[in-house]
T-cell receptor, first 114, second 113 residues
């Protein structure tokens, strides 16, 4: 079945550093989504991407929908302590097919050192 | 404000007992989902329902059961047949137009002792 390979699995960075994580697949996706999960909470949608090549920003976050439609990346600039958590990429192939589901990566766990 | 509510936040049960996790949404979403999260495993789909009175098994349905009698509610029962039930359980809902993504609840942490 479809799988998303998310990397890195975990990251340890200093506060103020920039962060980059990515997601790849052997399948083509029509939508890429990035979620953040705070400890002990449910994931929250950060950015949604709908078009190949699209680059979208949300504050210090920037995400891109790969040209091949098989990958996406998320960058966080000037990290702060509240950026700690798990970041999930997710992809979806057919928005109008009720039998289709969103596929999730295994997540990137971000740790920020004081 | 609309949202999706899971209760309780923490649940402790003795081994061998069935337990039901609640999930309620007032977003008027057609589809609802249950995921299980273990450390390092990501989100694994247990069951999902696209419409009232209908639901399908996900990737790890064994030992779980669900019902969808109302649009707003999608309770999950963890049965005694589930061999390793201790986990963080997440409920989600969507409009059915999947490129809007899912809205997640805040989760229930189940501990079986």
């Amino acid at each position: 079945g479809q799988q998303l390979n998310q990397s890195p699995q975990s990251m340890f960075i200093q506060e103020g550093e920039d962060v980059s994580m990515n997601c790849t697949s052997s399948s083509i996706f029509n939508t890429w989504l990035w979620y953040k999960q705070d400890p002990g909470e449910g994931p929250v949608l950060l950015i949604a991407l709908y078009k190949a090549g699209e680059l979208t920003s949300n504050g210090r976050l920037t995400a891109q929908f790969g040209i091949t439609r098989k990958d996406s990346f998320l960058n966080i600039s000037a990290s702060i302590p509240s950026d700690v958590g798990i970041y999930f990429c997710a992809g979806q192939t057919n928005a109008l097919n009720r039998d289709d589901k969103i596929i999730f990566g295994k997540g990137t766990r971000l740790h920020i050192l004081p | 404000d609309g949202g999706i509510t899971q209760s309780p936040k923490y649940l402790f049960r003795k081994e061998g007992q069935n337990v039901t996790l609640s999930c309620e949404q007032n977003l008027n979403h057609d589809a609802m989902y249950w995921y299980r999260q273990d450390p390092g495993q990501g989100l694994r789909l247990i069951y999902y329902s696209q419409i009232v009175n209908d639901f399908q098994k996900g990737d790890i349905a064994e030992g779980y059961s669900v019902s969808r009698e109302k649009k707003e509610s999608f309770p999950l029962t963890v049965t005694s047949a589930q061999k390793n039930p201790t986990a963080f359980y997440l409920c989600a809902s969507s409009t059915g137009i999947l490129n809007y993504g899912y809205t997640f609840g805040s989760g229930t942490r189940l501990t079986v002792v």
